[in-house]
């Protein structure tokens, strides 16, 4: 009869676990209470955008709640109304939903973000102004 072996594992080593906070909001970047969506059909979108030095995304507004996460570089949002707010490389802010902005590479080289955005299927994450470029009314 063939008895098979059981290798010996060396003991678990403990494993030290960092946990560094990052952000708590219950406001949005312009000062929006955070709300949340209520549909039968929720969608959690994620997307990795990144903006060449002195570049500039178009005018927006989210009708969905989101999450950005600079990972690089340094990201300032305008606001319609000439208000700025600048975040660098891991700061992280829950994104303004009914005030127009957009986001500006002020930083010296490639700037990169993670956006969470948490819908539901079949609604954009973002609105733009009918002529993109344009600056929107505040």
């Known amino acids: 009869m063939f008895q098979m072996q059981t290798p010996s594992l060396p003991p678990p ?9 990052v ?4 406001t949005t970047d ?3 209470p955070i709300t949340y969506l209520s549909t039968p059909t929720p969608e959690v979108i ?3 955008v990144a903006l060449p030095r002195g570049g500039k995304t178009d005018w927006m507004t989210h009708p ?3 999450y950005l996460y600079i990972l690089q570089g340094e990201l300032t ?3 319609a109304d000439g208000k700025h707010l600048v975040f660098k490389t891991g700061q992280a802010f829950m994104q303004a939903r009914t005030k127009w902005h957009r986001g500006i590479n002020t930083g010296s080289g490639e ?3 993670l956006a969470v955005f948490f819908g539901e299927k079949g609604t954009p994450i973002i609105l733009n102004p009918p ?6 009314k505040p």
């Open 64 to 66: 969905v709640p989101g």
């Open 46 to 48: 994620s997307v990795i």
């Open 23 to 26: 952000s708590r909001d219950t």
């Open 111 to 113: 700037m990169r973000f």
């Open 30 to 32: 312009a000062g929006e």
């Open 13 to 21: 080593q403990a494993v030290q676990t960092t946990i560094t906070p």
């Open 131 to 136: 002529h993109a470029q344009s600056e929107p």
């Open 77 to 79: 949002v305008e606001f």
